[in-house]
């Protein structure tokens, strides 16, 4: 069986078309002592595939029906376990290799071989593996310890909260209460007031009851004959009688008042109007006249405008004498300022020319570093998001439109977070395969907030393995431990990750702590795996569980004290930008001197 890897274990004489080989192993699984006989029958068979064009590698439980009943590691162990198969035990299955060294190898090969067979060195590995996990869920416990702080601070208060809720509630029975004694408080008021009330009103009863007896007794002192009472009639009705009249009478005189008064007003407004046509005819007068004056005016001018023609050249010839005079005045000063303003050209002018000289200088230096800038910004990773899935523009133009609609932050893509720190670029591509993909997740905080996300994915047409989302607990930033040593870098040391929430699911879903980046296979060996003189092998460091290495992504790791190599069989690509903020922001602040300098210079020039 000797070969490098599995592939190398299917022989070649199976032909260029075959795509790979199965190992089948068929144990009985009669009895008590069987290995979960209801879902596996009388034999388990225990399937090994090995595929050469990248498909599945691994193991299948079969059943007695040669049907497919687990893929999971666990399950064989258990099932290993229970029908006590120990594969690793030379004893057990002794192979060409370990006879070799049983009876040829030195005396560090025997006692391997008796730790094997005795199972020592299955309990140390068993120990070991405790203990790593022991660490792992410590690390685990303090982060999750960590990052609770601000939940339990908000416990408290919650529960401070609810306690003054408690305290409202009381004070809501108390209020009822007090509505109960005002219904009753008013109630007694208001019976009080219908007691007043009836008492006046029995009052005004016998008060009234008094006053019709003494109306009775007026009226029966009252009464007249009819005889009177018919001559009061007559008497009142010639009274209305002569009232209509008098009434007749005044309208009739209202009337002719009004017929006589109607000239008088006609007058009154034929006077206003001959009013405003005598202050027109004035208006008028007075404009005529002042035209008569203006022409009286210009008739005398025009009779002596020969004789003073002379005279008015005369007085313009020594009205511009006496300009050119203030002229010479003035021009004299102005050239002793002429030649003083040229005396101070000719000595600025070297100066102006070192000016325009600096300020050329300073502008290709200026065109320079913002060239320099763009260059800068082009190349730290300023991808479109398709560069993480064909979704993940989309998905999160969507999420943004509904941004007021999440309970919590919506982190995402996660590609869109993590730049590599400049310098080490070298292990970019090795640190995107050590994460394993992924990069297309986002990243939720609670259960409606993860619902919502997915009802978007289906809106955008996500499939199954686009725009995965994450649920993480929201909290503080990881304190996670440096590189182990000097040379060696881990993922988490390599990438610059701007959101806290994308660091703790790196930490979290891709341990990217406990992965460590190296440049050979050679040099990560030499720097990190430890071997003991008993054949155990471990990682020096203390945290690290992975180790990659250029120049394909291939990585070892060490269980129960043995080392295992991984190799990739994908091809190495870069979709993660390079973090150039530090150079960017130093050579914008040389652009901005040049920009000051370039000013200072163009006003020393101008």
């Known amino acids: 069986h000797r070969a490098r890897n599995l592939k190398e274990l299917v022989r070649k004489e199976a032909g260029s078309n075959c795509a790979g080989a199965k190992v089948r192993v068929t144990l009985l699984n009669r ?80 006692y391997a071989f008796f730790i094997k067979a005795t199972e020592l060195e299955r309990l140390d590995q068993t120990y070991a593996s405790a203990v790593d996990n022991i660490q ?22 919650l529960y401070k909260e609810w306690q003054e809720f408690q305290e409202l509630e009381k004070l809501e029975d108390k209020i009822l209460d007090d509505r109960v004694l005002f219904a009753w408080s008013a109630y007694n008021v208001l019976n009080g007031k219908v007691h007043e009330q009836e008492k006046i009103a029995r009052e005004i009863d016998t008060k009234l009851a008094k006053r019709q007896q003494e109306l009775e007794k007026a009226e029966s002192t009252l009464n007249v004959t009819d005889d009177e009472e018919n001559v009061l009639k007559e008497r009142m009705n010639s009274l209305t009688e002569e009232a209509k009249e008098a009434a007749g009478a005044k309208s009739n005189l209202e009337a002719e008042l009004k017929k006589a008064n109607a000239p008088l007003k006609k007058r009154q407004q034929d006077l206003s109007h001959m009013k405003r046509e005598e202050n027109n005819a004035k208006k008028r007068l007075k404009d005529a006249t002042r035209h008569l004056q203006d022409a009286r005016n210009q008739v005398i001018a025009a009779a002596g405008s020969a004789k003073t023609e002379e005279a008015r050249r005369i007085a313009k010839i020594q009205k511009a004498e006496q300009t050119l005079a203030q002229a010479r005045d003035q021009v004299d000063p102005l050239q002793e300022s002429i030649s003083l303003s040229l005396q101070k050209y000719e000595q600025l002018e070297p100066h102006v020319d070192q000016a325009k000289h600096n300020v050329s200088q300073v502008q290709s230096q200026l065109y320079a570093v913002s060239k320099k800038v763009k260059d800068l910004k082009s190349s730290s990773g300023g991808n ?38 400049e310098g080490k670029e070298h292990l970019a591509k090795i640190a995107e395969s050590a ?26 047409n996500c499939s199954s393995r686009e725009c995965g989302v994450n649920q993480m607990h929201p909290g503080p930033r990881y304190k996670i431990p440096p590189p182990p040593l000097e040379g060696i870098e881990t993922v988490a040391s390599v990438l610059s990750i701007s959101d806290d929430l994308a660091f703790n699911c790196l930490v979290d879903m891709h341990r990217i702590d406990v992965k460590a980046l190296a440049t050979s296979k050679e040099e990560s060996e030499e720097k990190l795996l430890i071997q003991e003189s ?51 922001e130093a050579a914008a602040e040389e652009e901005y001197a040049l920009n000051e300098e370039l000013t200072i210079n163009k006003k020393k020039g101008g």
Do not use: H
């Open 31 to 110: 009895g008590d002592d069987g290995f979960q006989r209801d879902v596996y029958g009388d034999t388990i068979t225990v399937e090994r595939s090995i595929s050469l064009r990248g498909g599945y590698n691994g193991y299948k439980l079969l059943d007695d029906q040669l049907k497919e009943k687990s893929r999971s590691k666990k399950d064989l162990d258990a099932m290993l376990d229970q029908l006590n198969i120990q594969v690793e035990n030379p004893v057990a299955v002794l192979d060409q290799e370990e006879a070799k060294k049983f009876l040829m190898g030195k005396e560090e090969d025997k």
């Open 136 to 157: 792992d869920l410590e690390e685990t416990k303090n982060r999750v310890s960590s990052s609770m702080v601000e939940s339990k601070a908000n416990v408290k208060k």
């Open 384 to 421: 479109s998001l398709a560069v993480f899935g064909q979704k993940c523009a989309a998905m999160r133009a969507k999420v943004d439109s509904m941004r007021r609609k999440f309970r919590g932050p919506v982190v995402g893509p996660l590609g869109a977070y993590l730049k590599i720190v």
């Open 435 to 460: 994460i394993g993909g992924g990069l297309d997740r986002f990243i939720v905080t609670n259960d409606e907030d993860r619902a919502l996300f997915m009802k978007l994915r289906r809106d955008v």
């Open 534 to 584: 008993s054949g155990r092998e471990f990682i020096r460091g203390g945290k690290v569980k992975e180790v990659f290495f250029l120049p394909n992504g291939d990585y070892w790791q060490v269980k129960n004290g043995n080392r295992i190599m991984i190799s990739s069989e994908k091809k190495l690509r870069q979709s993660i930008g390079v973090d150039r903020t530090a150079a960017i």
